[in-house]
């Protein structure tokens, strides 16, 4: 689509993507398993599996087959590891896509080793009580794992990005499981993105990033911080004053003392700019704040532009970079008590994405 016709759209700065890709890697020490499950958080799976695999990396993670289909039918051909626990319905199509299921339920993986077996990677819970053989009750699956050895095994941090002991705890709990194995599985893996920033270098063999990839991290006490990759924009569609007791949008939550100027912007809650941020928000336009002014709707935005040159056409940035100044994800996300991953999935809902090698 030519620039002139967008209403709204998702910039994804690819180039951005794999320099968090590189500075990760090189903070874990060891291969990563990059996460694209969700269409990669929202991005676009396909071509962020595209700029990822020549950097060389383990394989892929996704949540469900269809997303692995995706991937496969596009051309890529580097390993696929499903992390969520697969149905025996769906067997015929992971052996089909070459995919590499997890099991933890000793049930799932006897009927997998039934149909013919395959690579695949043991799950182990060690808190989260989510999937996975719990790490107390490994002695069930031994058995299975000493007639049909896992690729791999692994587990999931709850709480990586505090410092509350529990994950030196789950760890303790990972290695006490994979010790009671008959072999040590060739690969093991942990860390999530808050778990790589927080820590160094990996204590297993590959890392599993997802959201750090795609700009979100760089907490206090982190010492490495992302480049912005996602940046939600749209067009000044109309602008108007509204004058001293006028309000704005649905249920009239905003109302002008004195004169305001406010701009109304092509994008709403369908394009991922969710109604939390109504009163809320601040966009920015020419690099200058403009705070969202009354109910975010389904189609449009009312920001309040007074001061801020600004004409009908201009770009308004609801998410990411504008010249010098930042709408971080994780900030964005906090001023409307969202999930920075909630908010990055919804961004995939109508505005079309598109890629670029650079903020625009
Ligand atoms: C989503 C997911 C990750 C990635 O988590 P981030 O916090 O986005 O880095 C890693 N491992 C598993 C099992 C996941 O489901």
Redesign the pocket.
Known sequence: MEAAKRRAWVEVDLGALRRNATALAARAAVPLLP?I?ADAYGLGAVAVARALAPMGVWGF?V?AVAEAEELRTAGITERILL?SPSLPEEFPDVRRLAVTPAFGAPATLLQWIEGGGGTWHLSIDTGMNRAGVPWFQIGDIVDLVRSHPPEGAFT?FHSADRNDGSRQLQQERFREAVDALPMRPPLLHAE???GIERQGPSAWDVA?????LYGVGGDEGAAVRPEPVVHLRARVVEIRDVFDGGTVSYGATWRASGTRRVATVSAGYADGYRRAFGNRGTALVHGRAAPVAGMVTMDMTMLDVTGVPCAVGDVATLLGRDGEALLDVNDVARVAELSPYELLVGLALRAPRIYTEGAS
């Open positions: 996460m499950k993670g949540a992390v999931h999530n993105s808050p599993r990033p997802g959201v750090f």
